[in-house]
Structure formats: C-alpha cells, structure tokens
C-alpha cells in the first residue's frame, strides 16, 4: 500500500494490491455491482478496481465504500455472452476526502 496526502492530512489517494479475488459471473449485456474487498476503503471512499492483467470485454467503474473495507464496484459486460473471471490480483486506489 502508499499513500499521498497533503501535509494537512487530506485529501488522500491510497494504492494496493488484493492477492487474490474471484469476481463474480457477469450476465450477457448486464452491470453487476459486486462487493469487494479493499482493506484501506472508509465509508465515503471512491474506489478503482482493475485486475492485473485485464479481463478482455469487462469494464470496471468507480465505487463507493459503505462498509468499511469493502467497495461497491459495477462491473459491465457489454458482450452478447456471460464471462466467467478466473481468481486473479487487483490493483485498486482509493479517493479520500477529508470531511470539512
């Protein structure tokens, strides 16, 4: 994990790595909201996804954290077929503002 913060402390991006995540099946022309884990996240957070390498034909957009060390994450499968992701590593970062 790094972090880069101001010297007042925020706002804060936060990088890391999941070893290991088996996203879930994602139905032809459909966008899955699936729970994942990023130890870092707080409430409030914005959160990317990506694995490492990519999945050909999955996009991942922006999250929210709402439990402490999860995101939220939609995952869209624009293709005509479902896709399966084998288990693989995530990179993710994490958008911290500070309240106030």
Known sequence: MSSNKSPSGAP???????????????????????????????????????????????????????VAGTALIPVTNPTAGAINPAAQAYRYVVFRVADG
């Open 12 to 66: 804060a991006i936060i990088t890391g790595l999941i070893a290991s995540f088996d996203a879930a099946d994602n139905p032809a022309l459909v966008i899955t909201v699936q729970s994942v884990p990023v130890p870092e996240a707080q409430v409030g957070d914005t959160v990317l996804v990506v694995p490492t390498p990519g999945i050909a034909d999955l996009s991942f957009g922006p999250g929210t954290c709402a």
